[in-house]
Nanobody, 125 residues
Framework: QVQLAESGGGLVQAGGSLRLSCAAS????????MGWFRQAPGKEREFVAA????????YYTDSVKGRFTISRDNAKNMVYLQMNSLKPEDTAVYSC??????????????????WGQGTQVTVSS
């Protein structure tokens, strides 16, 4: 069992930056692939980024490549999403998730076992 809690969301102007954090507690954090997903109003939840257990392998959706960076600190049970050059279309509720199985690429929400409650990111134009 893993409990996840996101923080770091907020309101930012286009071109600005935010750093989301996800704190994990419970079972062995380092065994999980961690992902970030987002859901905008009226839209389906979409994959944003994921990182393997060691931190060596990362995955991004095309729309955030070069702007977002996912990282993790297994000693602190934390995963981060650094978001730069934010755009209004990045506005959404961002959720972190944990995947116990090894599924490559880890981009499908249905393969994630545990979810946080989400944090709102709003980018104004």
């Amino acid at each position: 069992q893993v409990q996840l809690a996101e923080s770091g969301g907020g309101l930012v102007q286009a071109g600005g930056s935010l750093r989301l954090s996800c704190a994990a507690s419970g079972s062995t954090f380092s065994r999980y692939t961690m992902g970030w997903f987002r859901q905008a109003p009226g839209k389906e939840r979409e994959f944003v980024a994921a990182i393997g257990w060691s931190g060596s392998n990362t995955y991004y959706t095309d729309s955030v490549k070069g702007r977002f960076t996912i990282s993790r600190d297994n000693a602190k049970n934390m995963v981060y999403l650094q978001m730069n050059s934010l755009k209004p279309e990045d506005t959404a509720v961002y959720s972190c998730a944990a995947q116990s199985a090894v599924v490559i690429p880890p981009i499908s929400a249905r393969n994630y076992n545990y979810w946080g409650q989400g944090t709102q990111v709003t980018v104004s134009s």
